[in-house]
């Protein structure tokens, strides 16, 4: 195999699947007709009756060595491209090529028959993804420690909790070195130290050659450990590149369309103040770059007057999973005293030491003197998104990207000759 | 990792339309899933009787049942089980023993199947091993039900001609009919719940018409109608190698090559199958 060659390619494949239960027999019938009438399938065929397009021509490559991930919303045909790539099912037009030995987590653990113990588990799982008795002699041991489920190995497995199932089963997959893995949301199971333990074991088996497409919802995860990323939408593949680029995509696709983007106006809450718009730019209105300067506006509407108020904000990373600050207004100072109609208030921020990225900003505005909200913007509605530019001249190079810093600072470092050190 | 990888490809083509390669599919395919057969063979004999007070007496229980009931009915007059040539609990027994191998098989693939349709949809193995490990336990369980054979020929005081040597010949051939019939049907069953409860309903008016308690008559309507019950030779000879021997192996013979042609034709829709059904079970 030379590297070049993809070692999965996805060419235009698509799959239909159909709602109806009956139907959905009937076509089952009809097809496996097919399959006796020697019939080849020409271009795509056209969807009957209760049907619809599970994956809809969808097309990349997995290279050997690459860890791809696969993202999108529930129902977005992310397990069922998953088992076309295995091999499970047909598509229902295009092809996939693998070129590898290729073994499926795809759900494993359900794989399991309840009746018998962990350790026969294992055992039938590996004879049956074509380990030998001779390999898998050696291997036994190592799966059962890496599982960590103790004398629980030697009973039912319809005893074990998901996670104990999903250990074993993650435990035997990544021991059966295989060219390329498939994972199927199997980890999410797992508690966090496992989850820890998975991803090493993922890292080091992608260190050692391996490749792998992983579906879970946990997008920390799948940065963790793809490089690249694939976004799903209603079968379709809507977004293909970098990990973190697809995330984003695919972050901003899932979030609720922002207040202020809404025609009609938000009523105004019994707390009599509602926030209309959150803005973060330059000084100048631009984009705010990277460690400098930042102007914060929030605009909202009071139906009354309502005395002395503070308000602050939160900087969150752009998939919202992580609160990077939060500021809020002393209460010794004095407040703004909000009369009824609109006003828009303003923060300025000296230097932002956001790293170049997208990012998320809620603001609230509360009661100066007993600190209790009267608006909020972002919480129910989505936060306002807005862009940190990189500083002209920056020089960072792809690979600092890659580990995706949030925050920069201003260092320091000495140069010339290196002080010899000290003994 | 492996220096030469396999390459498989994927795609909505009717795989028959390359017969050659599929041939080898095929064949690859069984010798591969040897291992996976007997991991999984030995799995369901162990589990078979797992939850169950009596166990392996279940093996015998109902071959013994509708031997005593034949019996019955036999002593009272109440049918006319014809002129046997061994004593005729003798002749039941082995009727009825033999009979509940061939349903067996035929119940089995379909059974396996289903028990296995989580790792079918979620595992790309060579799905052949599920059959291969059937078809070994249906062997193995029929085997050691004629085993009860020894103890009741004793009691008789009946010996066994040389023709038992072919006794095995015959329960195979049994087995194998029973089994190809079993895989034909097993893809359709898989879809439709209505052929799994017909194979039960038939498989009863099979037995009455099949010379499994009686003797086959020489004239009349239902002698005419046996020559096209391939059930019935196969029954009548293979009981014959067992007790008083026969050389009438004609229909056996015509009987046992057509069973293999349907086993692999069963093996080779099974094949072709296997991706519309996981889609089907599956979404």
């Known amino acids: 195999m030379t590297t070049s060659e993809p070692l999965v390619s996805i060419d235009h494949v698509s799959k239909r699947y159909c709602h109806s239960m009956r139907r959905s027999l009937r076509y089952g019938l009809l097809e496996m007709g097919r399959e006796a009438g020697l019939r080849r399938r020409a271009g795509r065929p056209a969807l009957r009756t209760d049907e619809f397009w599970a994956v809809d021509d969808v097309t990349f490559d997995v290279r050997p060595g690459e860890a791809m991930g696969l993202v999108g919303a529930n129902g977005s045909g992310k397990s069922t491209l998953l088992r076309v790539v295995h091999g499970v099912t047909k598509p229902d037009a295009g092809e996939v090529v693998v070129r590898g030995r290729h073994g499926g987590l795809l759900d494993l653990g359900s794989a399991f028959d309840p009746l018998q113990t962990g350790r026969e588990n294992v055992l039938t799982t590996a004879s049956v993804l074509g380990m030998s008795r001779k390999r898998l002699s050696g291997l036994l041991e190592p799966i059962i420690d890496f599982a960590g489920l103790g004398t629980f190995v030697d009973a039912p497995v319809h005893t074990y909790s998901t996670g104990m199932k999903t250990r074993l089963a993650f435990a035997t997959a990544i021991h059966l070195d295989l060219d390329l893995l498939l994972i199927d949301e199997t980890l999410i199971a797992g508690d966090l130290a496992f989850r820890r333990q998975c991803v090493q074991r993922v890292l080091r088996y992608i260190r050692e050659g391996g490749s792998l497409v992983l579906v879970d919802h946990d997008l920390w995860l799948i940065q963790a450990v793809c490089s690249r990323c694939a976004v799903l939408a209603d079968g379709k593949l809507d977004y293909l590149g970098p990990a973190h680029d697809a995330i984003g995509h695919y972050v901003e696709s899932q979030l609720p369309a922002p207040a202020s983007a809404s025609s009609v106006p938000v009523p105004v809450p019994a707390s009599g103040l509602v926030i209309e718009e959150i803005r973060v730019s330059d000084p100048s209105g631009e984009d705010v770059v990277s460690d400098g300067p930042a102007v914060v506006e929030l605009t909202c509407r009071a139906d009354r007057a309502l005395g002395a108020v503070r308000w602050g904000f939160v900087i969150m990373t752009g998939d919202q999973v992580i609160t990077i600050a939060t500021e809020l207004m002393e209460p010794t100072g004095p407040g703004i005293d909000l009369g009824a109609g609109r006003h828009t208030l303003t923060a300025r921020v000296a230097r932002l030491p956001l790293f170049e990225g997208t990012y998320r900003m809620r603001a609230l505005v509360v009661d100066h003197a007993s600190g209790d909200p009267i608006a909020l913007g972002g919480w129910e509605d989505a936060p306002t998104a807005f862009r940190v530019r990189g500083a002209l001249g920056d020089i960072m190079t792809a690979a600092i990207r890659e580990v995706r810093p949030t925050l920069t600072m201003k260092t320091d470092w000495e140069v010339g000759a290196a002080p010899a050190p000290s003994r | ?283």
């Open chain 2, 1 to 283: 990792m492996t220096t030469d990888p396999p390459e498989s490809r994927y795609s909505a083509d009717a795989d028959l339309r390359r017969p050659r390669h599929f041939a080898t599919g095929l064949v690859r395919a069984l010798v591969a899933a040897r291992l996976p057969a007997s991991r999984l063979m030995v799995r369901d004999l162990r589990a078979q009787y797992r939850q169950s007070a009596l166990g392996y007496l279940w093996m015998i229980l109902p071959s013994v049942a509708t031997t005593l009931a034949w019996m019955i009915l036999n002593n009272a007059s109440v049918i006319n089980a014809g002129d046997t040539d061994m004593p005729y609990p003798i002749f039941v027994l082995i009727g009825t023993l033999l009979w509940q191998g061939f349903t067996d098989a035929m119940n089995t693939p379909l059974q396996k199947l289903t028990r296995s349709s989580n790792l079918v949809t979620k595992v790309n193995f060579p799905t052949e091993a599920i059959y291969l490990a059937g078809f070994g336990e249906v062997t193995i369980n029929a085997f050691v039900r004629l085993l009860l054979l020894i103890p009741v020929f004793l009691f008789y005081g009946v010996a066994p001609t040389p023709w038992i040597l072919l006794g095995p010949v015959g329960v195979l051939g049994i087995l194998v009919f029973g089994y190809a019939l079993g895989m034909l049907l097993t893809p359709i069953g898989m879809l439709y719940q209505d052929v799994g409860k017909a194979i039960s309903v038939s498989l009863t008016f099979w037995f009455l018409i099949t010379p499994v308690a009686y003797v086959t008559p020489d004239e009349g309507p239902a002698a005419a109608f046996q020559r096209f019950n391939p059930m019935s030779p196969l029954i009548t000879t293979t009981r014959d190698w067992f007790s008083v021997g026969t050389d009438e192996v004609t229909g056996f013979v015509v009987v046992s090559i057509a069973a293999m042609i349907m086993l692999v034709a069963g093996l080779a829709f099974c094949r072709v199958s296997m991706p519309h059904l996981v889609d089907r079970l599956s979404t």
